[in-house]
Each structure stands twice: as structure tokens, then as C-alpha cells.
């Protein structure tokens, strides 16, 4: 029979304890270096799919067409990647199967670096940013001259943000046939900001002209025609049109998703869903007077923190107007944009 004192540790046993070691592979710094990975391009996001194209800089004019198009597949996420969005637009390297067939899934293993990033707020109390867009070049901000009527703040906040993201933004004015674009653009023309004008059925030339070879979000809030726009500039887009309620004089929401679409002469469009909001929380004073550089080189006598809003009292600006050295203006056109930032969007 065991004794008293069987299976009871002493102090003695516990200073020579071991505890059993769990059995883990050994770590590595070594990564994985996907030397056999391809370059694609970003077309669309739908619950954790990406779908991208092969081999395909959808800005260069040598990128072949049609039946030459490059390889469309489907791809998710590696988990090396984490937390890191992945956005319409973006550049990515991608292993697995890349043959494009029915079924096949590859991996997107690495996001490069992005050359401007398109960004929106949910409203202008909300701290996280959004990113709509990465490596667009320009932003056309699309606008029914009437049925809807325009909304002057929604397209303010639409080029404070294509300043903010270092893009080139263009105005395009849709149905003119049912009114005169003339009072709209007086509003911009100070601003130096470029335009195109089109009606239902008209030639777009010289929209084609404006968007070739280069990467263009369609911006604008639904039942402008952006669709309309969309299919006309690309034949099997074959994007679905919505129509402006007669009682409310607003669209429906006809695109779900951004999608970018190569354009058959070069270049491409990001057609992005129908916005009712465009929040510029991340938006500050300084890197909106960048995108001015003449009025920027004149504030640099005004004093520290100062936004350049009317309501500062000692702002550089203001002694320029006073001198003759600023145009007035270009520079109350300047300051509507910055009290868009924290305005009312509508």
C-alpha cells in the first residue's frame, strides 16, 4: 500500500518541475518572395472577390483590345495581407491559377504602392476615411444641367476631394438639351477647372478626347446620366440606367459597385455607384490651398494656423485682393470650396 504521503509534492519537487513544452514549428524570418507572381489590375470588389485583369495597364493606349483582351480572373485576399484593403484600381501581384477559366481562384499576395488615392468620409463627423478609387489620374464629376437639377455643394466637395487626392478634375454637363450650362459654369470658370458639355443623343468627341489614356473616376449622384455616359463611351458595358423620380427629382441607384472599363481607344473609367454624400473629414486647409498654387505663394505672410477663410482676419489673401495681385473671384471661388469642407452638402 502507498504511503501517506504518495502523490504529493513538495517544495523540494517543485523547484525541479519542468513544464511539458508545446510542440510548435520553429519560426522563421524568411517570407515568401512570389517570384512567379503576375501584375494585375483591380476591376471590381464583391464580398471578398476581386476580379482583375492580366498583364494590363488600363491607361496605356498599347494595352490590345478586344480579342486581344487582356485575361479576367477571380482572386482573394492572402492572409499575409491582413487588414489591408484592396480597392478598385490598385495594382496587385497575384499567385495560383491565373488561367482565367470557370472556377479557378488565385491569390492577390501584394498591393503596390499607389500613386493617388481617391477618398470620402460618411459625413463630416466621421473619422474613418474611405478609400473609393486608388491610381486615377482624373476625376470627372458628372452633373445633369437639369431632371435632376444640379447641386452646386455635392460638386464643390467632389473637387476638394480630387484636390486633396492630387487628381485632375473635369466637369461634365449632361442633358444641356434641357438647359443652359452657362449659370453653372460661371460658378467654376475662375477656378480654371476644364469641362465638357453633352446632351441626350449628342456627339461625344470631346469627351473621348478628354479621357484618352488616361485613368478617369465617373463621379456623381444618381440619375445624372452616368450610366448613359458610361454605355455610349463603352458598347458592351452594358451598365444599367436608372430614372429620376418625379416627386423627389433624384435617381436611383443603378451601379452597386465601382467598375472599371477599358475604353476601346485607350485609357479607362471607373464608373462608381450613385452618391448622395461625399464627407470630407480628412480634408485639411493646407492641402487645399496646395492644389492653388498662385494663391498658395501668397499666403505665406499669414499667420500660423490660419485656414484662409473669410472669417480670419488677418489672412495674406485678402491683402492680395485689397493690392490688385489676387483676382477676387478665383479667390471667393477658393474659400466656397474651403467652407465646403464643414458646409452643408446640399
Not at 518572395?33 to 495597364?57: E, K
Amino acid at each position: 500500500m502507498a504511503g501517506r504521503g504518495a502523490g504529493r509534492y513538495s517544495e523540494h519537487d517543485h523547484e525541479h518541475y519542468e513544464r511539458p513544452r508545446r510542440r510548435t514549428r520553429p519560426r522563421t524570418k524568411d517570407r515568401p518572395t512570389y517570384d512567379d507572381a503576375v501584375d494585375a489590375v483591380v476591376v471590381t470588389v464583391d464580398r471578398g472577390r476581386f476580379t482583375l485583369i492580366l498583364d494590363a495597364d488600363p491607361a496605356d493606349p498599347a494595352v490590345p483590345r478586344e480579342a486581344d483582351a487582356p485575361t479576367q480572373i477571380m482572386a482573394m485576399k492572402a492572409r499575409p495581407l491582413g487588414r489591408k484593403g484592396v480597392v478598385v484600381g490598385d495594382r496587385v501581384r497575384v499567385v495560383g491559377d491565373v488561367s482565367g477559366e470557370d472556377g479557378t481562384l488565385a491569390r492577390i499576395v501584394e498591393v503596390t504602392d499607389r500613386s493617388t488615392v481617391l477618398r470620402r468620409t460618411a459625413d463630416d463627423d466621421d473619422p474613418v476615411e474611405r478609400v473609393i478609387v486608388a491610381n486615377a489620374d482624373q476625376l470627372v464629376v458628372v452633373t445633369a444641367l437639369a431632371d435632376p437639377e444640379p447641386r452646386p455643394r455635392l460638386i464643390d466637395r467632389a473637387l476638394v476631394a480630387a484636390y486633396d487626392a492630387g487628381m485632375s478634375p473635369l466637369l461634365c454637363l449632361t442633358k444641356s438639351d434641357l438647359a443652359d450650362p452657362e449659370t453653372l459654369l460661371a460658378t467654376y470658370r475662375s477656378l480654371g477647372v476644364p469641362w465638357v458639355v453633352t446632351r441626350r443623343g449628342g456627339d461625344l468627341a470631346e469627351v473621348r478626347e478628354r479621357l484618352a489614356g488616361r485613368t478617369s473616376v465617373l463621379v456623381g449622384h444618381s440619375g445624372v446620366g452616368k450610366s448613359t455616359l458610361v454605355n455610349a463611351l463603352v458598347p458592351d458595358a452594358r451598365r444599367e440606367v436608372g430614372h429620376v423620380n418625379a416627386v423627389t427629382g433624384r435617381g436611383r441607384h443603378t451601379s452597386t459597385s465601382a467598375y472599371l472599363l477599358a475604353l476601346p481607344d485607350g485609357g479607362s473609367i471607373i464608373d462608381t455607384p450613385g452618391i448622395r454624400s461625399f464627407g470630407l473629414a480628412h480634408v485639411r486647409p493646407e492641402n487645399l490651398i496646395e492644389a492653388f498654387p498662385d494663391l498658395d505663394e501668397m499666403t505665406e505672410e499669414c499667420p500660423r494656423g490660419c485656414t484662409h477663410g473669410e472669417e480670419e482676419p488677418e489672412c495674406a489673401l485678402d491683402d492680395a485682393v485689397a493690392a490688385g495681385q489676387a483676382d477676387p473671384d478665383r479667390v471667393a471661388s477658393f474659400r466656397r470650396l474651403l467652407a465646403a469642407r464643414s458646409g452643408p452638402e446640399y
